[in-house]
């Protein structure tokens, strides 16, 4: 394993990080699901200016992995909004994990989501959550190797498909 180069990400970020979310959600979810339903996300709610945006919003965290000066993967951090079943526990999702699909199992998911418990934990938050398609259960077998949990569930809507996210956390 080469040698993993994370930061946080500024405004001048955000045109990669737009191109990048674009092309590593579509590599890991277009085969799954139709191109109607790709396209109405992707044009409503995954779009270009929109993911340009939330990397500027003040509840939004983003941090950047490069390999040799290549990005290769990323996290968006969110401090808004949290499941009802955490209550009034200091929590933060990790709203989005990405790595270049070529690249997986080469250490750069685990080294963003260390990245990730380590800014939850300066930030003295208790508790780490994510939403996960039910369906991937290579990524929920990752999170389960990090001490995340399932803890819930909610409807996650891929353009008119109705799909289920299971929620997971971790107490720091």
């Known amino acids: 394993m080469s040698f993993i180069n994370i930061r946080v990400a500024n ?15 579509c590599d890991a979810f277009s085969s799954f ?59 933060i999702e990790i709203s989005r994990i990405y790595v ?17 418990i380590d800014v939850a934990c300066e930030k003295n938050k208790k508790i780490i959550w994510l939403g996960v398609w039910e369906h991937n259960a290579r990524a929920i077998a990752f999170y389960e190797r990090f001490g995340f949990e399932i803890f819930s569930d909610h409807i996650f809507m891929l353009g008119d498909d109705a799909q289920t996210d299971v929620l997971m956390k971790k107490n720091l």
């Open 11 to 25: 405004a001048a970020d955000a045109p990669i990080i737009a191109d990048f979310s674009y092309r590593t959600f």
């Open 33 to 91: 699901n139709t191109k109607e339903n790709m396209d109405k996300f992707i044009r409503n709610d995954f779009n270009r200016e929109k993911l340009i945006a939330q990397v500027s919003e003040p509840e939004n965290i983003f941090l950047l992995a490069f390999q040799h000066d290549e990005l290769t993967g990323y996290v968006r951090l969110l401090e808004s909004h949290k499941p009802t079943e955490l209550g009034e526990t200091d929590a």
């Open 100 to 116: 270049e699909n070529k690249i997986t199992s080469k250490g750069i998911g685990g080294a963003l989501m260390q990245k990730c």
